[in-house]
């Protein structure tokens, strides 16, 4: 990495958060004491009812901008408002962040130095673990099926011991930690709002790759997402309704006519892993 800070892009960090207030500030905080010397973080705020926002305020001052929404825009929505304000600025990078996640401090070196390894290279994703066990991974790179599977995160639940420490091309990078080139975003647009929750993240890269953009996984990136792998990602009805809803709109609208022939024995298959899960007391 260049030694100068000046040689070095922005990256504008935005967090999107309802009733969170304790899990944004850890989130921030963490962000805060990155080694990387140019950030500029933004916190969109959906109508939380727990004092968010003026907490935010008084703890962090200036040193972030809060945005807070009259109400709740979901995630396509509320991360919309945050990526147009970081569009306004110099920012040349921008990572959606989860608000239930703490980061590595090296962490946006890692994906920086990824992404400006090749100027193809338009989305960059870290490696994300549980928060409990810290080295169990709940994220190493994203696989995507047109043919009624969905989206399957690589690696989730498996002790890490190196065996996915591979900078390769994926199929996509979650949502939880996203990092997207702006020049990616001028050229294919904002977050698809009509899914409302779920595959925002998987529409918008393939997206980026069929505009002819790579989609990277950088495993030195890392960060913790806090659910526990016994209790994280439970079976609820909320849950799978908006599940369904989100995937058959990501059909729609990338699915070709001969995908829709194998399409209801995918979705079979999806159906009875869901219900082993659901059986096993966990979903993902």
């Known amino acids: 990495m260049p ?12 967090i999107l958060t309802w009733n969170g207030k304790d899990l944004v500030a850890d989130c921030v905080k963490s962000v805060l ?14 109508a939380s009812g727990d004092g968010t926002v003026d907490a935010l305020r008084a703890d962090f001052g200036d040193s972030i901008d809060v945005i807070s929404n009259p109400r709740n825009l979901m995630y396509a929505g509320g991360n919309n408002v945050g990526i147009r304000r970081a569009l306004a600025t110099d920012a040349e990078w921008l990572l959606l962040l989860n ?17 400006l390894s090749d100027r193809r290279i338009g989305i960059v994703g870290p490696k994300i673990y549980f928060w409990n066990p810290p080295d169990m991974i709940w994220f190493a790179g994203g696989e995507l099926s047109l043919w009624g599977r969905g989206s399957r995160h690589i690696g989730i639940r498996r002790i890490d011991h190196g065996q996915f ?18 020049s990616v975003i001028d050229k294919i647009g904002l977050l698809d709002k ?10 918008w890269c393939l997206r980026a ?7 990277v996984y950088a495993p030195e990136g890392k960060l913790w997402h806090k659910i526990s ?25 990338h699915a070709k006519w001969y995908h829709w022939i194998g399409i209801p024995f995918g979705a079979a298959i999806e159906i009875i892993r869901v219900l082993f899960l659901a059986l096993s007391g966990k979903v993902k």
């Open 194 to 203: 009509s899914f409302r929750m779920y595959n925002e993240d998987a529409d």
């Open 165 to 182: 420490d591979r900078i390769r091309n994926v199929d996509y990078v979650t949502g939880c930690a996203l990092m997207i080139r702006r």
């Open 3 to 14: 030694a100068s800070a000046e040689n070095l892009p922005t990256v504008a960090v935005i």
């Open 209 to 215: 790759r069929e505009a002819g953009y790579r989609v």
């Open 33 to 46: 004491q990155c080694t990387y010397p140019n950030i500029k973080i933004i916190v969109v705020d959906n």
């Open 229 to 253: 792998s016994s209790a994280g990602g439970q079976l609820s009805l909320f849950k799978i309704r908006h599940r369904a809803r989100s995937q058959w709109c990501f059909l729609k609208k």
């Open 99 to 115: 608000n239930d996640v703490e980061v590595d401090p090296g962490l946006l070196e890692a994906l920086v130095s990824v992404g």
